[in-house]
């Protein structure tokens, strides 16, 4: 904990700093309405939205769009509310940052576990703290959810305590669709130590490959008996004014690498950059980390990069820990991670900025 303690209140008052610089300006400059209303939201704009008004009033009232965010940020938010002043929204910010704050100590622990390097850990926790996307994790978002769920479950894998990956990864399921890729690590735990474990092990380690996808299957199946439609939220994400279909990555970043050379929706082709880095840091953890940290990564590539629209790419990639375990590696040199978490450190700035702005979506 006194590892995270220092980024995660340096990040935080970084991201504060900037809500408050755009406010200001909107207010003296007179932006316009999208931003005028995205400066106003702050830490609650874009999905948080969803996830306060879930928190406030359950999912009546939101329409078939709102069942694509899953429950656990709203649930335990809305258990805050017990404690007298707190808003829906407040909760949800609490909640989110919470669970920040444990998911940058668990990540130190889970590298110092598997590496033995403490030096290596400081760096990974620094880095997932002031990540180019990193302003959601102050703001309410499920994404921090995620990233804790994910990590104790790994740390329950590699350590072969099944009953904590089964709770964490169950959990996960329950957070957000993507918590379902657990499985994939999961398994390969269970059949690479499958003949060293005894049988109440296996059955355990079994367990934990189902976790998630159970999770999920549970609130599918509370939207199947109020809604009628135990797919509805994963449909509604793969909408096109979502997700998207399912379509070739290929033909996707090329699409956004041309707009990025022609200066045609700059917004979106810049997705095509973070596409190529992630891919060339999925190679490096295959080749230097645990086989199931490295195709944990691709199942996540797989399943961001076949969307037919790539927003959101930088946040489900800082979400995936082994990316942020991989720049902890490659960083040693200490000059190396000062100008790494420096470009880092700016380009958090210039997300913040342009979210804050109305003119980026996370």
Same mark, same amino acid.
């Given at each position: 904990m006194r590892a995270s303690l220092l980024p995660f209140l340096a990040s935080r008052a970084l991201v504060l700093a900037i809500l408050g610089g755009v406010r200001l300006a909107t207010s003296i400059f007179g932006l316009g309405a999208a931003a005028q209303h995205a400066s106003h939201a702050g830490l609650l704009a874009w999905d948080a939205s969803w996830y306060e008004r879930i928190a406030a009033n359950g999912y009546a009232g939101l329409g078939q769009q709102g069942l694509r965010f899953f429950p656990l940020l709203p649930v335990l938010a809305r258990s805050l509310r017990a404690i007298p002043g707190l808003t829906a929204g407040t909760s949800v910010i609490i909640v989110a940052n919470l669970a920040s704050l444990l998911a940058f100590a668990v990540l130190w622990r889970l590298v110092v576990f598997e590496l033995g390097d403490e030096a290596c850990a400081r760096r990974a926790v620094w880095l997932v703290a002031f990540g180019? @996307?990193?302003?959601?994790?102050?703001? #309410?978002y499920a994404d921090p959810l995620l990233l804790l769920t994910s990590l104790v479950a790994f740390l329950g894998f590699r350590q072969r305590r099944y009953g904590i990956a089964v709770f964490a990864a169950f959990l996960s399921g329950l957070c957000r669709p993507v918590g379902m890729l657990l499985a994939v690590p999961a398994a390969i735990e269970l059949g690479a130590n499958w003949f060293s474990l005894s049988r109440r092990e296996r059955a355990m380690a079994a367990t934990s490959v189902l976790a998630a996808p159970v999770g999920a299957a549970t609130y599918l199946t509370w939207v199947q008996v109020v809604f009628?439609?135990?797919? +509805? @939220?994963? !449909? /509604?994400? +793969?909408?096109?004014?979502? !997700? #998207?279909a399912i379509t070739d990555p290929i033909l996707t970043i090329g699409r956004d690498v041309?707009?990025?050379?022609?200066?045609?929706?700059?917004?979106?082709? /810049?997705?095509a950059f973070w596409a190529v880095l992630l891919v060339l840091l999925a190679l490096y953890i295959l080749w230097k980390l645990p086989a199931s940290y490295g195709w944990y990564a691709v199942a996540t590539l797989v399943v961001v990069l076949t969307a037919s629209n790539l927003a959101s790419l930088e946040r489900y990639g800082l979400g995936c820990f082994p990316f942020v375990v991989a720049g902890g590696l490659l960083t040693e040199n200490r000059k190396t991670f000062k100008i790494v978490l420096g470009l880092s450190g700016l380009l958090l700035i210039l997300f913040s900025v342009l979210s804050f702005l109305g003119l980026y979506v996370p």
């Open positions: 180019a @996307p990193a302003f959601v994790f102050v703001m #309410g009628g439609n135990f797919w +509805l @939220p994963l !449909r /509604e994400q +793969l909408s096109l004014a979502n !997700r #998207g041309s707009d990025l050379f022609h200066g045609t929706h700059l917004g979106v082709g /810049e997705h």
